[in-house]
């Protein structure tokens, strides 16, 4: 089955600075690629996400990057902000009629300081 | 839309109880999904359905589990006996084909 990686598994920058994520994948037939952010006692929430016929993807702050032959993608947030800290989460799937069928890497806990 | 609704929020049984978790999807989406998520485990999907068929229950990790969708609106995740070591936050997620998950607010289970 699959098997994602997630670095590092915390992570402290201060506001303004900019953060990195890194998820790797084991499995070649993984084609979509979703983060999710979580606060304390909340559900996960996309924040971003990608497919494999895209090499990158920007939504504002964020922007996902995605290379297939090395199978791994990352997470970039830029101009940090004390309400970006959270738990954030990489995962795989196969789409079709499983996109919500998702492995999960381990978590990042992302700590924004002001 | 309300979003996909679990209840309870919080469970707290005694151990040997069964225990029933609830699940109402987003309105016309065609899959859903258990999950379970723990500190030492993070998030494992347990159990998925496809049109309310279940696909794939291969996460389930005892026969102490069962899930039920007896219709496109509602799904159950069932645990009998219970035991301390299922303690864990339980997600349901829902999706429309193609489209990405949306998850519940969570079931928090303790048992004691």
């Known amino acids: 089955g699959e098997n994602v990686e997630q670095h590092p598994s915390t992570l402290s920058v201060q506001e303004g600075d900019s953060a990195v994520i890194k998820c790797t994948y084991s499995d070649s037939a993984s084609n979509y690629f979703p983060w999710y952010k979580q606060e304390l006692g909340k559900r996960p929430q996309l924040i971003i996400d990608i497919r494999s016929n895209v090499g990158e993807k920007k939504d504002q702050r964020i922007a996902v990057t995605l290379n297939k032959t090395a199978k791994h993608f990352s997470l970039h947030i830029t101009e940090t902000q004390p309400e970006d800290s959270a738990v954030y989460f990489c995962?795989?799937?196969?789409?079709?009629?499983?996109?919500?069928?998702?492995?999960f890497g381990q978590g990042t806990i992302l700590t924004v300081h002001p | 839309d309300a979003g996909v609704i679990q209840s309870p929020r919080h469970e707290v049984t005694e151990m040997g109880q069964e225990v029933t978790l609830r699940c109402k999807p987003i309105?016309?989406?065609?899959?859903l999904f258990w999950y379970r998520q723990t500190m030492m485990r993070g998030l494992e999907l347990l159990i998925y359905?496809?049109?309310?068929?279940?696909?794939?229950d291969s996460g389930m990790p005892e026969d102490r589990f069962s899930a039920k969708m007896p219709n496109a609106s509602f799904s159950t995740l069932k645990i009998q006996p219970s035991e301390p070591r299922d303690s864990a936050v339980y997600f349901c997620?829902?999706?429309?084909?193609?489209?990405?998950?949306?998850f519940g607010q969570g079931t928090r289970l303790t048992v004691v």
């Open positions: 995962a795989a799937s196969q789409g079709g009629t499983s996109y919500g069928k998702l492995t």
């Open positions: 997620a829902s999706t429309l084909t193609g489209t990405e998950a949306f």
């Open positions: 309105s016309g989406h065609n899959s």
């Open positions: 359905f496809n049109n309310n068929v279940p696909i794939d």
